[in-house]
């Protein structure tokens, strides 16, 4: 089920392969391969570091560019690392804007980690090509710390954003900054999905001193799917099954013209299973 669109900027046809986008940034860490459309090459692969204490690089996702498009793909969570990252739940200043308020320390020690080769491979690309920038979960969050920096610091002032299922990022400040500046933002959220809902809105005192207090950036657009699965209400393949029902035409093609870009979706079916009490308890 799709919830009617509220948002005249989403375009369904970018939603669908931006979320198909999404999967292969994963799949270039998991795998180590990727699988693009036809028209786009690679043009840099993004490495990071993850973790708290002990901080490892891991492939983070890509850029890739055609004709008219730039993209820059960020993955999910993927590692033990990256779950460190996201339980570091602390607030710091956002460092890439003036008096932008404070964002999750752990998905900006991420990004910041990023930043320069990213930032570096832009300037390298042709500023009069469209640039989208999307990510899913642990990527959605880097997506809208990229997503400002990039409107500010570059001259691709217009960034189309796209995230799926993302947390929250940084304070109402920055919020604020992010929604006056990034004119072209489309949240998507499956309203079962369980990330969208954290970190928590409040974490009043004396979770720390003053507190740290979270918040959306706008122009969400919320899907709905229940599948009987925490994991499942996630799975980026499943938000893509989702998206599929508002373009089946355009999601049929994508999929026929471009084998392995598409996200494998029989697993987003609900699921009814029943277990003995003997197993049950083991």
Request: negative net charge; aromatic residues 14%.
């Amino acid at each position: 089920m799709i919830i009617p669109e509220i948002n005249y900027f989403f375009n369904s046809k970018d939603a669908i392969m931006l979320a198909a986008m999404c999967h292969q940034s994963n799949l270039i860490f998991e795998e180590e391969e990727l699988i693009l459309p036809k028209g786009f090459i690679l043009r840099h692969t993004i490495c990071a570091l993850a973790g708290v204490e002990e901080p490892e690089e891991e492939v983070f996702g890509f850029i890739a560019e055609s004709f008219d498009k730039i993209i820059i793909a960020f993955r999910g969570t993927d590692s033990f690392k990256d779950n460190e990252s996201d339980q570091d739940l602390y607030q710091v200043p956002y460092p890439f804007v003036g008096n932008a308020g404070e964002t999750h320390r752990g998905f900006t020690c991420i990004y910041q980690s990023a930043r320069d080769q990213i930032i570096s491979e832009l300037n390298r690309l042709p500023g009069q090509k469209r640039l989208y920038i999307t990510g899913y979960s642990l990527g959605a969050a880097l997506v809208v710390l990229a997503a400002l920096d990039i409107a500010v610091n570059t001259r691709f002032e217009n960034p189309i954003v796209y995230t799926y299922g993302s947390p929250r990022t940084g304070d109402p400040v920055f919020a604020a900054r992010f929604n006056q500046t990034v004119e072209n933002s489309i949240r998507i959220f499956n309203v079962h999905d369980v990330i969208p809902t954290i970190p928590a809105r409040k974490y009043p005192p004396p979770f720390t001193k003053e507190g740290i207090y979270y918040q959306h950036v706008r122009r969400m657009y919320p899907v709905s799917f229940q599948l009987n699965s925490i994991a499942r209400a996630h799975y980026i393949g499943c938000y893509f099954n989702c998206l599929k029902k508002s373009n089946p035409d355009f999601a049929k093609a994508l999929c026929a013209d471009n084998p392995g870009f598409c996200p494998n979706t029989e697993i987003c079916v609900p699921f009814i299973g029943i277990c003995s009490e003997n197993e049950f308890f083991k």
